[in-house]
Nanobody, 123 residues
Framework: QVQLVESGGGLVLAGGSLRLSCSAS????????MGWFRQDSGKEREFVAA????????DYADSVKGRFTISRDNAKNTLYLRMNSLKPEDTSVYYC????????????????RGQGTQVTVSS
């Protein structure tokens, strides 16, 4: 059974930083491309960032490019998202996702996803 569990969300002032983590189990972690998405109630999910299985390729949404950094530690089966210079419009539920095909994540498609963690940025 595949499980993706996010942590690290919280309340932060605009301009601040947070690091999200996603712990994976039940899958061969390095064989999966991983991504971060965000979604608010009643809205469509938004792609945030993706990283290939061994971390050689990364992609970011234009809205977070230069502020967010996606990384992974395959020895720990863990995905990270470092978020700097946070803005109120970054407020959302962030969740991690896994797919066996990297291009799928870029199309906001995935095999598995976590429950999400709330990030709130106050102005």
């Amino acid at each position: 059974q595949v499980q993706l569990v996010e942590s690290g969300g919280g309340l932060v002032l605009a301009g601040g930083s947070l690091r999200l983590s996603c712990s994976a189990s039940g899958l061969t972690f390095s064989a999966y491309a991983m991504g971060w998405f965000r979604q608010d109630s009643g809205k469509e999910r938004e792609f945030v960032a993706a990283i290939s299985g061994i971390g050689l390729s990364t992609d970011y949404a234009d809205s977070v490019k230069g502020r967010f950094t996606i990384s992974r530690d395959n020895a720990k089966n863990t995905l990270y998202l470092r978020m700097n210079s946070l803005k109120p419009e970054d407020t959302s539920v962030y969740y991690c996702a896994a797919d066996s095909a990297y291009p799928a994540l870029l199309q906001s498609e995935y095999d598995y996803r976590g429950q999400g963690t709330q990030v709130t940025v106050s102005s």
